[in-house]
């Protein structure tokens, strides 16, 4: 029983270490020469002026310890730089127990593109297609889908072998997600997770992989069944909504509370992760993701028209929920073509301004 729990963990401890905060992790990127978003080397606890001109404003100040928009904030001019400063390690220490913070420069119209990585105890290491994560609010993702719309072949084949070079030089085993901002053809890397992730399901899709299965077996000490020739296969396009018990047009206000009634979709190419049912209440404890929606299909048009399908059959009664905002995504023009950034729901008007009660 002690080699069994030995056997089956996340990766090991030296290897969380040097990718695990977002600081360390740029300091092994940039050894592995794998390309970063320019910033300042390590945590901070004071600045140079200096050193933050030459980064170029405007910069984005982080939180090592982080993520999901939590001690982030944008800085424009030199007079914002001390408060900013200030209260993102505030807000890091609140929710993280670390105040230290890193700045980096902030790239304006950036897509956040992933990489899903795997490696053995072996020495072998593979990373699938990529995963696009672009749509989001507050930091945090709402729509995935692989492969991205954005990405040629060469670039994500660049991609991969970047993602491959890191985990290689930080001696990583198990599954890992590398992620990176693209922006104008050229892509930097900025953190890594060092577990199996919510849009997971995307990548086993486009893959054909499960990866859960793979992630237990090599961290009981198997060897990887395939190379990367097969790793990077891509059989279909794959879209995941993630479903919350939310109201997107009231500031994405949470709405908990008894789901009064569940209709889920279903049918060829239609998947539902979900823990919920008819009758379940929701607390406000906890996160607000209710479900997982995974749609596949030979293409991304036929994919879009299945997901707006999948959306519309989603029917949870008693609360609010944001598919009627993913519907709206998947139908918009901009979404459609493929040529947009992080900042596509506000540049859109994806949002429906809740009116108020008199009007």
Do not use: W
Not at 9 to 25: C, D, I, M, Q, V
Not at 122 to 145: I, M, S, W, Y
Not at 272 to 299: F, R
């Amino acid at each position: 029983m002690r080699q069994a729990r030995h056997h089956l963990h996340r990766p090991a401890p030296e290897a969380s270490r040097k990718l695990g905060f977002k600081s360390a992790g740029k300091a092994v990127a940039t050894a592995a020469n794998v390309p970063c978003v320019p910033g300042t080397k390590g945590d901070i606890s004071t600045v140079d002026p200096k050193e933050i001109a030459a980064i170029g404003y405007p910069v984005l100040i982080k939180a090592s310890a982080g993520g999901g928009g939590k001690g982030m904030r944008i800085v424009r001019t030199p007079d914002e730089l001390k408060p900013q400063l200030e209260a993102a390690a505030n807000e890091a220490k609140a929710a993280f127990g670390d105040g230290s913070v890193f700045i980096e420069k902030l790239l304006e119209r950036p897509r956040h593109v992933e990489i899903q990585i795997i490696a053995d105890k072996h020495g072998n290491v593979v990373a699938f297609p990529e995963r696009d994560c672009t749509v989001q609010r507050r930091h945090q993702k709402l729509v995935e889908e692989s492969p991205s719309p954005a990405l040629t072949p060469e670039i994500r084949k660049e991609m991969q072998a970047a993602a491959i070079r890191l985990a290689k030089a930080a001696n990583y085993s198990n599954v890992g997600t590398v992620e990176f901002l693209f922006q104008d053809g050229k892509f930097y890397f900025i953190e890594v997770n060092a577990r199996l992730q919510v849009e997971h399901p995307v990548t086993e899709l486009v893959a054909g992989v499960d990866l859960m299965e793979l992630m237990i077996k090599v961290a009981a000490g198997e060897k990887l069944p395939f190379d990367q020739t097969r790793a990077s296969e891509i059989r279909c396009h794959a879209i995941e909504h993630r479903i919350n018990a939310e109201d997107p047009d009231n500031g994405f206000m949470p709405c908990p509370g008894r789901i009064e009634s569940l209709e889920l979709p279903g049918g060829a190419g239609v998947r539902v992760d979900t823990h919920v049912y008819a009758g379940y209440t929701i607390p406000s404890y906890y996160d607000s993701m209710i479900a997982k929606l995974i749609i596949s299909a030979g293409d991304r048009p036929s994919a879009l028209r299945r997901s707006l399908r999948a959306l519309s059959e989603l029917k949870v009664g008693g609360l609010k929920t944001t598919a009627g905002l993913h519907a709206r995504v998947v139908a918009h023009p901009v979404f459609i073509g493929g040529d947009f950034d992080t900042h596509f729901i506000e540049k859109n008007n994806i949002l429906v301004e809740k009116k108020p009660a008199h009007a």
